[in-house]
T-cell receptor, first 110, second 115 residues
Framework: GQQLNQSPQSMFIQEGEDVSMNCTSSSIFNTWLWYKQEPGEGPVLLIALYKAGELTSNGRLTAQFGITRKDSFLNISASIPSDVGIYFCAGGYNTDKLIFGTGTRLQVFP | DTAVSQTPKYLVTQMGNDKSIKCEQNLGHDTMYWYKQDSKKFLKIMFSYNNKELIINETVPNRFSPKSPDKAHLNLHINSLELGDSAVYFC??????????????FGEGSRLTVL
């Protein structure tokens, strides 16, 4: 089945650093979402984007819906240890099923 | 009060056995889903029900049979378990299907290990 490519696959950073990750698709979407999964838990929705070019923040997290509608970006500013987890992008087009990205594993060292 | 709860959380069983996973949501949502997450953490949709009716049925072996007795419950029964069925199975719900239902609420997952 179709999967979205996320980059980078893994990140190992120092507490306080900023983080950037992105997600690309071969087809256009009209919805982009970002989820975070912590160990032993299910994914939790962080940010939902519904319009090309849209920039939305949730605390230290900022996500953007790419102008081409084929990509999305997530930034985390001033990372803290509890930011550790796997970040998934997900894209959807109209009534089609949601497609999840391959995930970016984030490790934050104090 | 857990929004999407699934049981059991862990399941260890022998090849060839039949097992079920149950899911309940108390969010009043119309749509429920089963996702499979493999060892590489890829999340793949298996089934989706809207108001007790099957609306998404991915290419899944017919050993997997979902059942929705009402819109708050979606169970997954697996017959003749195989080693490759080992994975974490997530139940999720959303207000509606399609574009208006993109915001999924996931359960904690049921880790199935087939020996």
């Amino acid at each position: 089945g179709q999967q979205l490519n996320q980059s980078p696959q893994s990140m190992f950073i120092q507490e306080g650093e900023d983080v950037s990750m992105n997600c690309t698709s071969s087809s256009i979407f009209n919805t982009w979402l970002w989820y975070k999964q912590e160990p032993g838990e299910g994914p939790v929705l962080l940010i939902a984007l519904y319009k090309a070019g849209e920039l939305t923040s949730n605390g230290r997290l900022t996500a953007q819906f790419g102008i081409t509608r084929k990509d999305s970006f997530l930034n985390i500013s001033a990372s803290i240890p509890s930011d550790v987890g796997i970040y998934f992008c997900a894209g959807g087009y109209n009534t089609d099923k949601l497609i999840f990205g391959t995930g970016t594993r984030l490790q934050v060292f104090p | 009060d857990t929004a999407v709860s699934q049981t059991p959380k862990y399941l260890v069983t022998q090849m060839g056995n039949d097992k079920s996973i149950k899911c309940e949501q108390n969010l009043g949502h119309d749509t429920m889903y089963w996702y499979k997450q493999d060892s590489k953490k890829f999340l793949k949709i298996m089934f989706s029900y809207n108001n007790k009716e099957l609306i998404i049925n991915e290419t899944v072996p017919n050993r997997f049979s979902p059942k929705s007795p009402d819109k708050a419950h979606l169970n997954l029964h697996i017959n003749s378990l195989e080693l490759g069925d080992s994975a974490v199975y997530f139940c999720a719900s959303s207000q509606a299907p399609g574009i208006s239902g993109r915001e999924l609420f996931f359960g904690e997952g049921s880790r199935l290990t087939v020996l």
